[in-house]
Nanobody
């Protein structure tokens, strides 16, 4: 499975961005997908996740109510709509995919595939 993330950029605080993650290859093996982010000097942290078939969603507390994760099954694409962006949202955002069912979705461990990352910068 190959993942291609896009949609990052520079935006002012309060603005919006929409990230996309296109999956290719053996996409039938995908059980769920997620977004993580990593700011300079910090560890990679969970942002949101979605189960590929049922559409169940999960969010990190700081993004609840501001970010929305979704997927377009026919296009093998996942999205992250980010509204009301804050400077602390600045990071490289990575999309990821897991090929096994698991009750744990908020750590990088279950995710076998990773995209290249897209930079999101929120200015104050």
């Amino acid at each position: 499975v190959q993942l291609q993330a896009s949609g990052g950029g520079l935006v002012q605080a309060g603005g919006s961005l929409r990230l996309s993650c296109a999956a290719s290859g053996r996409t039938s093996s995908i059980y769920g997908m997620g977004w993580f982010r990593q700011a300079p000097g910090k560890e990679r942290e969970f942002v949101a996740a979605i189960s590929w078939s049922g559409g169940n969603t999960y969010y990190e507390d700081s993004v609840k109510g501001r970010f929305t994760i979704s997927r377009e099954y026919a296009k093998n694409t996942m999205y992250l709509q980010m509204n009301s962006l804050k400077p602390e949202d600045t990071a490289v955002y990575y999309c990821s995919a897991r090929k096994t069912p698991t009750g744990i979705v908020d750590t990088p461990i279950p995710y076998a595939y990773w995209g290249q990352g897209t930079q999101v910068t929120v200015s104050s």
